[in-house]
């Protein structure tokens, strides 16, 4: 066992016990939850969860989409519960736990297909069905006339890992064309960058950011359904609306187009070069790899409306008695999908699983921490909004905390609950990339449980929720989404119901509250994030990342101000 985490497991014995006991009590006096066995230890955390996610997925709160009348509604029923429970506001001269954040929706009404020329000119790609394009610029119209292409490999810049495919390289004005995820995952090498597990440098929103940053004026990715973690249709098939946060530069430093090209449109891109679309992968693997110009030139016009809006964050704390700076964040997305008004049978998105029941885990857990002592270090309750439009909300509240990042301890971010019951494991997405996974496990032990990674790494699931901003500023976060081995119906029917949750539930009207579901496990992972939050609010630890991680240099780089 690692020192550092030591004072975590002394701990684990102190913060057993429920919140409204005191930690010398007898084992005579201890409430019936405590008396659980230990494998449904914690199973009774806070009977007012059920109520929170019934209430907050139900019709009356429209699908809270952003700005909505929804979402009204949603913001003000955390924020009553902040402030009875008494709960410190983020606004204290106007006593408010809103933090307000303007959003642009753009919405492309007319995108051309993609034409080329030059001597090596492919053929014409078709919008939707062969080619994605829109732009991030708050601008009525771009048009990307004759961009000379070029192929730059994986389109990573990675000081950490010695990898730089835009080295020497000048593309300004240009169209960079990339693969998706990273070499790691295409070698699967356990020594290249993180293996099979995609690293940031693998997501298509990292690769548009360093396009921008070496100027080009346009970025087309590669779509490889293994690589991505999702097909065509999942790119495609649906609303090409965008929302993304009101900049003062209306993102101008953006490129004009970003999009992706499918498999077999890269294909006969190549075909032109006189190589195959596996040849092109071989030469972005290769430890001498230099850019190649593509020898034709590439034509796209995006045609805009926008809109802007304006949607909140809630936040509130729990003040701390000794080190009010130093403190530890709980984050969940109260925002959905709205409703569709051309849908009759059943026009609203509840979400409740996504992310009701994130929302109310962090509502339990808050209610939790105001019935006892505030602890040491100050404890920072996050729900934020336009989750699902981007992770808008989140990366407001990174860019305009509560509480200056440096002195932020560590995270724990629920999104998408277990409603199946009693787990034996707890599945942590991100497995190993800090050492939250260490702090987190003597209370999952303590359940008879045990920790696992994520079952599909490559997917690159620690990039596509809400913590992923707070760990670009360099805050070690823990993701955890239940667990996948049933107590008593094992693995296979987990597997199962998490199946049929993607297909038939997930993203559409069927995500509904069902008062069948089984809570126990949910009750389990809230008592242990609970528990973890409390341990690390009464100590001096810092958690680490993981060595290499690709947020330790962030981090690092503010070391003197935790001393």
Excluded at 46 to 69: C, M, Q, V, W
Excluded at 144 to 153: A, C, K, Q, R, T
Excluded at 328 to 348: C, Q
């Amino acid at each position: 066992m690692k020192p550092l985490i030591i004072s975590a497991v002394a701990l684990a014995v102190l913060t057993a016990c429920g919140p409204q006991q005191s930690q010398d009590k007898t084992a005579t006096e201890q409430t019936s939850a405590d008396k659980q066995p230990a494998d449904l230890k914690g199973s009774a955390f806070n009977p007012n969860f059920r109520d929170y996610l019934k209430t907050i997925s139900s019709d009356e709160f429209e699908g809270r989409e952003p700005a909505s009348a929804g979402e009204e509604k949603v913001v003000s029923f955390i924020e009553n519960h902040f402030r009875e429970w008494g709960l410190k506001p983020i606004d204290k001269e106007n006593d408010s736990y809103r933090q307000p954040f303007p959003l642009v929706k753009i919405m492309p009404y007319k995108v051309s297909d993609m034409t080329f020329s030059g001597d090596n000119a492919p053929e014409t790609m078709k919008y939707r069905t062969e080619m994605m394009a829109w732009t991030m610029q708050v601008t009525e119209e771009v048009d990307l006339s004759d961009s000379e292409m070029v192929f730059v490999g994986y389109g990573i810049v990675a000081p950490e890992y010695d990898w730089n495919d835009y080295e020497g390289l000048d593309v300004e004005g240009k169209t960079v064309v990339m693969f998706v995820n990273d070499p790691g995952y295409a070698t699967q090498d356990p020594e290249l960058f993180n293996g099979n597990a995609m690293t940031y440098y693998g997501r298509w929103t990292y690769k548009y950011e360093e396009a921008a940053r070496q100027g080009a004026a346009g970025a087309l990715i590669i779509h490889e359904t293994g690589p991505a973690g999702y097909g065509w249709g999942v790119v495609a098939g649906g609303s090409p609306v965008r929302f993304d946060l009101k900049r003062e530069n209306n993102n101008m430093n953006r490129a004009k187009v970003e999009g992706w090209i499918t498999k077999d449109s890269a294909e006969g891109l190549f075909a032109k070069q006189g190589m195959t679309l596996e040849e092109a992968r071989k030469k972005a693997l290769s430890e001498d790899f230099e850019a190649m110009p593509l020898n034709a030139q590439a034509s796209v016009s995006v045609k805009n409306k926008f809109e802007f809006l304006d949607t909140n964050n809630v936040v509130g704390y729990i003040e701390g008695t000794k080190y009010p700076e130093e403190h530890v964040i709980y984050m969940a997305h109260h925002d959905h999908l709205g409703t569709d008004p051309v849908r009759e049978d059943d026009p609203i998105y509840n979400g409740a699983q996504d992310n009701a029941s994130g929302t109310a885990g962090l509502l339990a857990i808050a209610e939790k921490f105001a019935q006892q002592p505030a602890p040491e270090r100050s404890i920072v309750f996050a729900a934020v909004g336009a989750e699902e439009s981007g992770l808008l909300g989140s990366a407001w509240y990174a860019d305009h905390p509560l509480f200056p990042l440096a002195k932020a301890v560590g995270g724990i971010n629920m999104d998408v609950m277990n409603v199946y019951g009693p787990m034996k494991d707890l599945v942590v997405i991100g497995y190993g990339n800090s050492e939250m996974d260490e702090y987190v496990k003597p209370f999952i032990e303590e359940q008879n449980r045990y920790l696992t990674p994520n079952p599909t790494p490559e997917a690159g699931f620690f990039y596509r929720s809400d913590h992923f901003n707070l760990a670009k500023k360099g805050v070690p976060m823990l993701y955890a989404e239940g667990g996948n081995d049933h107590i008593t119906k094992g693995k296979e029917w987990t597997e199962e119901q998490r199946a049929k949750y993607v297909a038939e539930a997930y993203h559409k009207p069927a995500d509904e509250y069902d008062p069948e579901w089984d809570l126990r496990g949910t009750q389990q992972d809230l008592s242990a994030f609970y528990q973890l939050g409390r341990s690390l609010a009464n100590s001096r630890d810092w958690p680490q990342w993981a060595e290499g991680n690709e947020f330790e240099a962030v981090r690092k780089k503010t070391e003197e101000q935790r001393k």
